[in-house]
């Protein structure tokens, strides 16, 4: 349709023409309430938004001479790390003359691997670099959306009860 036809009963209508594909040949154009298009554009963004999974990188560090107990401490916070859906850098920090003895960074990341089992998957390799070997976690399924769960002790508006409204629940509880 030619442009000018579409203006005009865009017009008639009392609506807008918007370009809807200006790439394609010849370019997709629609008759619509701009104004109410904008708004369902940014309640559908807003939306996509809120199921969203947020990740954030989260780090461990070691030493190349970090006690079992120690390991097997920090493996823990890892593996809360990936449970909760957050990625996780384990570092082996080496000092002075230690980073020429980089395989025994690498028999504790190998260790570290062993320990997190399935939990998570290596998202990036053992890599050094300059003094610190480090590897990436990622978790290793889809983490369930935690939904928000309200308080037990809460009124119907929401807010928590009074001291007053608290005495009043036990004693009706009492007499029944």
């Known amino acids: 349709m030619d442009t000018r036809r579409a203006l005009e009963l865009a017009l008639q209508q009392g609506l807008d023409l918007a ?7 010849p370019p997709v154009c629609k008759i619509l309430d701009y104004g109410k298009y904008k708004y ?13 999974a947020v990740t ?11 006690d079992t107990h120690d390991i097997e401490f920090k493996v823990k916070h890892i593996q809360r790390f990936l449970e909760e859906g957050n990625k996780v ?17 690498h028999i504790l990341l190998k260790q570290i ?26 978790p290793a399924g889809k983490v369930p959306k935690k939904a928000s769960k309200p308080s037990a002790h809460t009124s119907s508006d929401g807010k928590a009860p ?9 004693a009706v509880k009492t007499d029944s």
Not at 91 to 101: T, W
Request: hydrophobic share 35%.
């Open 56 to 66: 954030t990188l989260k780090e461990i560090q070691f030493r190349p001479n970090t």
């Open 40 to 52: 369902e554009a940014k309640k559908k963004a807003q939306k996509a938004k809120k199921n969203q």
């Open 89 to 105: 850098r384990v570092s082996v920090k080496f000092r002075g003359r230690e980073a020429s003895h980089a395989d025994l960074g």
């Open 162 to 170: 009074t001291e007053k409204a608290k005495k009043a629940e036990s």
């Open 19 to 25: 370009e809807i594909s200006p790439n394609s040949n």
């Open 113 to 138: 691997i062993d320990m997190v089992g399935n939990l998570g998957i290596v998202e990036q390799a053992p890599k050094m670099e300059g003094k610190v070997l480090s590897l990436v976690y990622g």
